[in-house]
T-cell receptor, first 114, second 115 residues
């Protein structure tokens, strides 16, 4: 069974800092990996989707990388802003024999201080 | 395009009562997921539908939880009877099958409090 771990569980940084969130998974046989943002009391908003054949994806100030062989992904946030404060979740979609199940990490709660 | 719709947004019930949640996925999305998210944890898959068939319900507590997607569109998730530990956010997500590696889209969730 796929296990997804996110480190750190919580992070507090001053505005303007560049930061890295980490996601690791135990089974490298994945279809893709997706990063989500969750605001308090809200659902999940998709940020970036990386296919298993890709190494990174970029959207604005966000850059996600994938190293399938080592079972790791990182989400890089450049020039952080208070509006980036939220919980960030990574989810791994496994291969067809698991019928494309999504396995989630527990998330990293980010607080960007003005 | 319209997103995944869920209702109600919030529900408070007493233990041993029953409750039902509703989800309307994005039009045309064949795959529908129900997740349970306990405070401070990542979402846990309860059940996955492909059209109106169940493809994974291995983590659904079947003695009290049930779900259906009769016409392959809307879905309902029911809990009967509820326990205190069922307090969580219940998230519905959908995904298109038109391509193998498409994104999943989530609804706002239903926050259930069992007292």
């Amino acid at each position: 069974k796929q296990e997804v771990t996110q480190i750190p569980a919580a992070l507090s940084v001053p505005e303007g800092e560049n930061l890295v969130l980490n996601c690791s998974f135990t089974d490298s046989a994945i279809y893709n990996l997706q990063w989500f943002r969750q605001d308090p009391g809200k659902g999940l908003t998709s940020l970036l989707l990386i296919q298993s054949s890709q190494r990174e994806q970029t959207s604005g100030r966000l850059n996600a990388s994938l190293d399938k062989s080592s079972g790791r992904s990182t989400l890089y946030i450049a020039a952080s802003q208070p509006g980036d404060s939220a919980t960030y979740l990574c989810a791994v979609k496994s291969r067809p024999y698991n019928f494309n199940k999504f396995y989630f990490g527990s998330g990293t709660k980010l607080n960007v201080k003005p | 395009e319209a997103g995944v719709a869920q209702s109600p947004r919030y529900k408070i019930i007493e233990k041993r009562q029953s409750v039902a949640f509703w989800c309307n996925p994005i039009s045309g999305h064949a795959t529908l997921y129900w997740y349970q998210q306990i405070l401070g944890q990542g979402p846990k898959l309860l059940i996955q539908f492909q059209n109106n068939g169940v493809v994974d319900d291995s983590q659904l507590p079947k003695d009290r939880f049930s779900a259906e997607r009769l016409k392959g569109v809307d879905s309902t998730l029911k809990i009967q009877p509820a326990k205190l530990e069922d307090s969580a956010v219940y998230l519905c997500a959908s995904r298109s099958l038109q391509a193998m590696n498409t994104e999943a889209f989530f609804g706002q969730g239903t926050r259930l409090t069992v007292v």
